[in-house]
T-cell receptor, first 111, second 113 residues
Framework: DGGITQSPKYLFRKEGQNVTLSCEQN?????MYWYRQDPGQGLRLIYY???????QKGDIAEGYSVSREKKESFPLTVTSAQKNPTAFYLC??????????FGNGTRLTVT | AQKITQTQPGMFVQEKEAVTLDCTYD???????LFWYKQPSSGEMIFLIY??????QNATEGRYSLNFQKARKSANLVISASQLGDSAMYFC??????????FGDGTTLTVKP
């Protein structure tokens, strides 16, 4: 079955360390997205990519970086510049006007 | 700028009753679509239903339906015969604009037994 895989499910890091969250899809979707969600809050767009080797900043890109070297993969790096990195991170993809397909998310805790 | 608004941070409904969750889209584009997603406490995001602005009928999917008011640019989600498993956060999201896909703030629905 096609889908989106985010790994790991839980991630713990020390403050000051960069950390990379994985997102892989086998749906052959062109567009991919990263969202951040804080407890009880909505989804805020970090970065998005419509085609390989191209991506755009979302509403809260500061302290994050991404790459899109392959259609299937859209990793997100949370850098030490991100002031409050502890959150739930969701990756999604879509094709055309279809609904978003989401991964199961990664819960990042930075102490 | 396009803005999606969900005005109800939290809603309560009695089991087996119907409930309506609001969503309004501020856009000057006459052609648009609105998606609804459900997020249970596990965190997964589940697509529920979609309405296009030129659709002739209000969308329905099982116990979910949309009350689409074109003049107000709103697509309110109606859940009929609420079940305990409907307790979740519900998000409204428009079709991507220039590739950007954003969400409303969401509504937390609690179904009471």
């Amino acid at each position: 079955d096609g889908g989106i895989t985010q790994s790991p499910k839980y991630l713990f890091r020390k403050e000051g360390q960069n950390v990379t969250l994985s997102c892989e899809q086998n749906l052959n979707h062109d567009a991919m997205y990263w969202y951040r969600q804080d407890p009880g809050q909505g989804l805020r767009l970090i970065y998005y990519s419509q085609i390989v080797n191209d991506f755009q900043k979302g509403d809260i890109a500061e302290g994050y970086s991404v790459s899109r070297e392959k259609k299937e993969s859209f990793p997100l790096t949370v850098t030490s510049a991100q002031k409050n990195p502890t959150a739930f991170y969701l990756c999604a993809s879509r094709t055309g006007g279809s609904p978003l397909h989401f991964g199961n998310g990664t819960r990042l805790t930075v102490t | 700028a396009q803005k999606i608004t969900q005005t109800q941070p939290g809603m309560f409904v009695q089991e087996k009753e119907a409930v309506t969750l609001d969503c309004t889209y501020d856009t000057s584009d006459p052609s648009y679509g609105l998606f609804w997603y459900k997020q249970p406490s596990s965190g997964e995001m589940i697509f529920l239903i979609y309405q296009g602005s030129y659709d002739q009928q209000n969308a329905t999917e099982g116990r979910y339906s949309l009350n689409f008011q074109k003049a107000r640019k709103s697509a309110n989600l109606v859940i009929s015969a609420s079940q305990l498993g409907d307790s979740a956060m519900y998000f409204c999201a428009p079709n991507p604009h220039a590739g950007k896909s954003t969400f409303g703030d969401g509504t937390t629905l609690t179904v009471k037994p």
